[in-house]
């Protein structure tokens, strides 16, 4: 018998029946794996600098959340935290291990090798927005017309003149490069995109590319005429301003099958949803990641990775709590069920956790949403640089440089600027080292594929 310590977070704070939803798992691990598991949730404004220092201090943990864009994986693995894990994949996790193709597999491989499970959610490129249904009705909205942000500029503005609100909650995200047909090559270098279609996976510097220069203007022209706030807004105040009816529209970066009742609950209000990419393409597996840690127990943990995304039980206890307490059936059948209000366990992040697909519904809407999205991911296109892990060591200060550099080059950071500034901030990015950045890189995809 062992104790397993799994670090993750998510964004509603600690819930405040997580132990005992941690007594009720442990019935279950100790009869399937003969281990506990110790849930360990750190507050997401804080997880990844104390989980960075935790790993850097070498401080005995088992299991650890990690993404590109938390708790950078590469960087992990660069550094040695987490273990490889293709034979113990394939002998502690069978079941898993067949779950997914080895395409798939191949997404989260650096240098050849896995140092982390995947959470089998939605992987295509799928960015787009949701709008509150109600506005939606009164405005008689054809979603089948909006297929662009600038298709959906007369639309704003009469919102904008009826309701004097500004009908945005907030423009972040409306620069996305799936919609444009690009994707980031690394997640640790958002600035250097690649054509989905291309390919060489020729890297290029995302703020020169016309589609993007024009995607700004659209946004300084819609912060000028009041249609989305004028500074940067984050998660946060962009859900508050759904909630207290500021706003009637947000971008979404995952418009999933079904996917309106899950919006409805983090939104406040029902909602219909549009996908603006008209190409979807699998960007990559990195956004939700398991990796097992090399101070803990990894055949352990290991088996705690095939039972998390294999038994519905254990897995759905995690994400929803206990029967009874803190939900109950709605439909059996079908897999639906209706969460207790203020239960004390609602931690909403089931694609942290493991197999998505594996989820109860939270709603009779969603009922086939999971095997519509799984269709879709076989479906896309494979991006090209899918399963390459681009090496940052030999330019990494010439990646913090360009990435300080343009720090200040947002479409909503920019005090008002047209995409001119984008002239400067090419100048700039090219001083702080922008050439040697996409030289090595150009450099490293070219060797992958030799190997390939």
């Not at 959470?119 to 506005?135: D, L, T």
């Not at 207290?244 to 309106?260: F, R, S």
């Not at 076989?378 to 030999?394: H, K, L, N, V, W």
């Not at 500034?421 to 490293?444: F, R, Y």
Request: aromatic fraction near 10%; hydrophobic fraction near 40%; glycine fraction near 8%.
């Amino acid at each position: 018998m062992g104790e397993l310590v799994y670090i993750y977070t998510n964004f509603v704070g600690i819930p405040k029946d997580q132990a005992a939803v941690q007594e009720a798992l442990n019935k279950l691990t100790m009869e399937r794996i003969n281990s506990k598991i110790i849930l360990t949730n750190l507050e997401f404004g804080a997880f990844n600098d104390k989980i960075q220092l935790m790993s850097a201090g070498g401080e005995k943990y088992d299991l650890a959340y990690t993404a590109s864009w938390v708790n950078d994986y590469v960087k992990n693995v660069t550094n040695g935290v987490f273990v490889e894990l293709d034979d113990l994949l394939k002998n502690k996790a069978p079941n898993y291990w067949k779950s997914m193709p080895a395409t798939t597999w191949n997404g989260a491989r650096v240098k050849g090798k896995l140092y982390a499970g995947i959470n089998q959610q939605i992987f295509y490129s799928s960015s787009g927005f949701v709008m509150n249904k109600a506005a939606a009705e009164k405005y008689k909205v054809d979603l089948t017309k909006y297929n662009s942000w600038t298709d959906l500029e007369p639309l704003v503005a009469q919102i904008k003149k009826a309701e004097n609100i500004r009908p945005m909650a907030g423009g972040s995200e409306m620069i996305a490069g799936d919609q444009m047909g690009y994707g980031a090559i690394d997640g640790g270098v958002p600035f250097v995109w690649a054509k989905a279609d291309d390919p060489n996976a020729t890297p290029e510097f995302s703020m020169s590319l016309p589609a993007y220069k024009d995607t700004w203007d659209l946004v300084k022209r819609w912060q000028d005429a009041g249609y989305l706030p004028a500074d940067i807004t984050k998660f946060d105040q962009e859900v508050a301003n759904l909630h207290d009816h500021k706003a009637v529209i947000k971008t979404e970066p995952a418009v999933k099958p079904k996917g309106e009742a899950e919006f409805t609950l983090r939104y406040g209000g029902e909602v219909v949803q549009k996908l603006l990419v008209t190409k979807p393409f699998i960007g990559g597996v990195l956004g939700t990641l398991t990796g097992v840690s090399r101070t803990g127990n990894p055949e352990k943990s290991v088996e705690w990775l095939e039972l998390v995304n294999n038994d519905k039980p254990t897995y759905n206890l995690l994400c929803f709590g206990i029967e009874g307490k803190h939900w109950n059936w709605k439909d059996k059948a079908t897999g639906v069920i209706a969460q207790i209000k203020d239960s004390g366990y609602d931690p909403t992040t089931d694609w942290m956790f493991g197999n998505q697909f594996n989820a109860y519904y939270r709603n009779e809407s969603a009922v086939g949403g999971w095997d519509e999205t799984k269709k879709n991911n076989d479906a896309a296109i494979p991006f090209p640089t899918m399963g390459f892990a681009f090496d940052r060591e030999p330019v990494k200060n010439q990646v913090a440089a360009v990435t300080a550099v343009l720090a200040e080059y947002t479409p909503l950071g920019a005090k008002g600027q047209t995409s001119k500034a984008l002239d400067k901030a090419l100048a700039d990015a090219k001083g702080a080292g922008l050439d040697d950045v996409i030289a090595e890189m150009t450099k490293q995809i070219a060797a992958w594929k030799a190997s390939s």
